[in-house]
């Protein structure tokens, strides 16, 4: 089975009102290559789901950037997966680095949170990743595997999961990893999916890169054979994320 190319835009903690609209004024007059070409997702904060949701052309979606780890009640400050459902948010974003690292939020609490939101029919970007120490001390296989097997132990159906590699040394730093680099720790997550969960998982599920990704770097990462797309975080709030919408073509060329 082909895997669509996915590329998901992760506002992360940005926006206003009309920066919101502005964004998807662009997105919506964009000419994107078709849906059976390319997946594209779009991930504003909590408080822009409705606004980007009802003002965004139909072939592009949205996802929300966590939700809680299971039913809502008396959490404060959380919102839970089933609001997301109640609200018709197809995607939600878990395991990011920023929550991982500044939240404390750990491997079985990652994978937790994304056995509960597959459980009332999310579809999850579940995000990977080692920092810049791990990666010079030799970690860097070891801890992104660690990271899938906290969502590995807790979960029986990959369908509605996209697996997404974003290395923390990458993020919002304008140091991108090489296509090499990218393709090289791909390989690796898929040869891991494939040992312990199964070749079916491992040929059909999407893995994309994240960090530092931009319009003029996206064609060549996009042509690596395990690169399936792409976490945009500071160019999707740009119209550059056009450009990364169409790398997509690079798989069809
Ligand atoms: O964290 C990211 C997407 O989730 C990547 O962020 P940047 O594209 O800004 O490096």
């Given at each position: 089975?082909?895997?669509k190319f996915f590329v998901g835009g992760n506002w992360k903690c940005n926006g206003t009102?009309?920066?919101v609209k502005k964004i998807v004024s662009t997105l919506n007059e964009?000419?994107?290559?078709?849906?059976?070409?390319?997946?594209?997702?779009?991930?504003?904060?909590f408080v822009f789901l409705p606004l980007v949701k009802s003002s965004l052309r139909s072939d592009f979606h949205v996802a929300a950037q966590n939700c809680w780890v299971k039913k809502g009640g008396a959490f404060t400050g959380e919102v839970s997966a089933e609001m997301l459902v109640n609200l018709d948010i197809p995607w939600v974003?878990?395991?990011h680095s920023e929550r991982r690292l500044l939240l404390n939020e750990s491997n079985e609490f990652v994978g937790d949170k994304v056995a509960y939101a597959l459980s009332q029919g999310l579809k999850v970007i579940a995000c990977v990743g080692e920092t810049l120490e791990q990666r010079e001390s030799g970690a860097t296989l070891?801890?992104?595997s660690a990271q899938t097997k906290g969502i590995a132990e807790r979960i029986s159906n990959w369908a509605n999961v996209v697996l997404?590699?974003?290395?923390?040394?990458?993020?919002?730093?304008?140091?991108?990893a090489t296509p090499a680099q990218a393709q090289e720790v791909h390989s690796e997550l898929r040869k891991w999916l494939q040992s312990n969960i199964g070749a079916e998982v491992a040929t059909s599920t999407r893995i994309i890169y994240g960090g530092s990704v931009n319009g003029a770097n996206c064609k060549e990462l996009a042509a690596q054979p395990d690169v399936d797309g792409f976490l945009v975080g500071g160019a999707s709030l740009k119209p550059e994320?056009?450009?990364i919408i169409k790398s997509a073509t690079v798989k069809t060329a």
């Open positions: 089975m082909g895997r009102a009309e920066e964009a000419e994107a290559p078709s849906g059976d070409v390319v997946e594209v997702v779009v991930s504003p904060p974003i878990l395991g070891n801890v992104v997404a590699y974003e290395p923390v040394w990458a993020i919002g730093t304008g140091k991108v994320f056009v450009d």
